[in-house]
């Protein structure tokens, strides 16, 4: 009899190991504080989700309904990360440069300014900085998220109403920019006023900002040529701004092949995302020209002369994490490594005090 029960358990047991996992339907909010002319978040709706979908399909054993709710219908720009940390969204597009108190690590392309202005190759190493740095994916976790894809934007510039031929026209002007991009203008006269890309338009219209700091791609979706005629190409760099994260129990709770699809979806969406956005800077630019703005490009010895005349930026920044317990200086030193094996230098060494 016992002999039997064994054979009856066994073969249970292998029955189990070689069933499929249960299909399962699902249903996902994922939210954005930016409205869909944001590349980073039509790249959500227009790749993202859909790919996702259609490999599911292939495979024929789970199916996601998506609610989608962007442009802050469910959350601001700065309130993604808790919307998805708390539940109330299984996914979010969170734009981190926002939320320097929860996530510092992520800020480490803003504290170190004219950098490269190639995106893609930009992306790649902010993927093997968090690979080598755990604690940036810690901070995330302790945000009760999973960063599936690090999102960045192509190259920031000055927009203003007035002309800037030399860094010098700064002075006295209120410019308008997010997060640790405000300390790009310390030490040149100028009045930095925090701001994001769904407030720029109207406080440049209403004279609240004189002009802003932004990246190229948003000039025209924005339409910012309407109120800051004058670009001004400082290059301060392409920046990793954005994630696209998921709620850690959702994470936990999916069967792995859906992981698996949505990990590899996201490293597509990632790239896909920072060629748009590259693209779009150039786009945009000329949109801008055919709707009366100017482009005046300040040279090299500019760009240099203005780095230099900014604070250690990089430095102050990693010692005060360090002070904390954050690996700051760790990840300075590693980032800067990274780059320059990577071929991308900057205009100042801001490992260096």
């Known amino acids: 009899m016992k002999s039997i029960i064994k054979l009856c358990l066994a073969t249970s047991v292998m029955a189990c190991a070689a069933a499929p996992s249960l299909a ?3 249903s996902f909010t994922v939210v954005a504080g930016h409205p869909p002319i944001t590349k980073g978040v039509a790249g959500i709706r227009d790749f993202f989700i859909p790919e996702v979908n259609r490999r599911l399909a292939e495979k024929g054993e789970h199916t996601i309904k998506w609610t989608e709710a962007y442009a802050g219908a469910v959350a601001d720009v700065k309130g993604v990360l808790e919307a998805v940390e708390s539940g109330v969204a299984e996914f979010g597009y ?11 690590l992520e800020q480490i392309t803003y504290v170190t300014p004219f950098g490269t202005d190639d995106l893609q190759k930009l992306m790649k190493i902010i993927v093997q900085l968090h690979d080598e740095i755990p604690e940036m994916n810690e901070g995330w976790n302790k945000a009760n998220q ?14 203003t109403a007035f002309e800037v031929k030399d860094i010098t026209d700064l002075e006295g002007k209120k410019i308008g920019a997010g997060g640790l991009a405000l300390n790009w203008l310390k030490g040149t006269g100028a009045i930095p006023v925090s701001g994001a890309l769904t407030t720029y338009y109207n406080a440049m ?16 979706p924005y339409k910012f040529y309407e109120v800051a005629p004058y670009i001004t190409k400082i290059n301060f760099g392409a920046k990793y701004s954005s994630a696209l ?5 959702t994470w936990n709770s ?18 896909r995302t920072a060629k748009a956005y590259y693209d779009a800077g150039v786009a945009s630019i000329a949109k801008a020209v055919e709707n009366g703005a100017s482009v005046l490009d300040l040279s090299a010895e500019q760009r240099s002369a203005y780095a230099a005349k900014l604070p250690p930026l ?22 800067i490594r990274l780059s320059n094996e990577a071929g991308l230098g900057f205009s100042r060494d801001w490992a260096a005090q």
Do not use: C
């Open 205 to 220: 219209s209403t004279g609240l900002y004189d002009g802003i700091m932004t990246f190229e791609s948003a000039i025209a």
């Open 314 to 335: 990089a430095t102050e920044w990693a010692a005060k994490l360090d002070a904390q317990g954050l690996p700051g200086t760790k990840t300075l030193e590693t980032y």
């Open 94 to 104: 969170v734009p981190h440069l926002f939320e320097g108190d929860k996530l510092p």
């Open 146 to 159: 999973k960063l599936l894809a690090p999102v960045g934007i192509d190259t920031y510039q000055f927009m």
């Open 254 to 271: 999916l069967p792995e092949d859906v992981q698996q699809i949505m990990e590899t979806v996201a490293d597509e969406y990632r790239d």
């Open 245 to 249: 994260t998921v709620n850690l129990d």
């Open 24 to 26: 399962e339907d699902f």
